[in-house]
Nanobody
Framework: QVQLVESGGGLVQAGGSLRLSCAAS????????MAWFRQAPGKEREFVTAISWNDNTMYADSVKGRFTISRERAKNTVYLQMNSLKPEDTGVYYCAIAVAVRSGAMYSRSDDYHYWGQGTQVTVSS
């Protein structure tokens, strides 16, 4: 079992910044990939960004140039730095982990992830 705990959500004005954290604990195995997804009210969950074990990254087009994913390996923690926030970034942000993967693996499909956090609310006001 793996536990993921997110933190850092909140209310921010458009143009502002937030940093989310996701700490993993439990049986993560030797290599894993992590990602952030989000879900806006009335919409399906969507991919935001992912990072592989060897720190390759990928981003949804809607957040490229504004969001940055990073990892602090010693703490089993992944961060999401969100800058230039827009009202359309509002939603519940979920952290996810795929365990026992190749070093370069990362995925944009939610089905490829094995464990999920409880989510943290991000609200961007106009």
């Amino acid at each position: 079992q793996v536990q993921l705990v997110e933190s850092g959500g909140g209310l921010v004005q458009a143009g502002g910044s937030l940093r989310l954290s996701c700490a993993a604990s439990g049986r993560t195995g030797s290599m894993y990939a992590m990602a952030w997804f989000r879900q806006a009210p009335g919409k399906e969950r969507e991919f935001v960004t992912a990072i592989s074990w060897n720190d390759n990254t990928m981003y949804a087009d809607s957040v490229k140039g504004r969001f940055t994913i990073s990892r602090e390996r010693a703490k089993n923690t992944v961060y999401l730095q969100m800058n230039s926030l827009k009202p359309e970034d509002t939603g519940v942000y979920y952290c996810a982990i795929a365990v026992a993967v190749r070093s370069g693996a990362m995925y944009s499909r939610s089905d490829d992830y094995h464990y999920w956090g409880q989510g943290t609310q991000v609200t961007v006001s106009s």
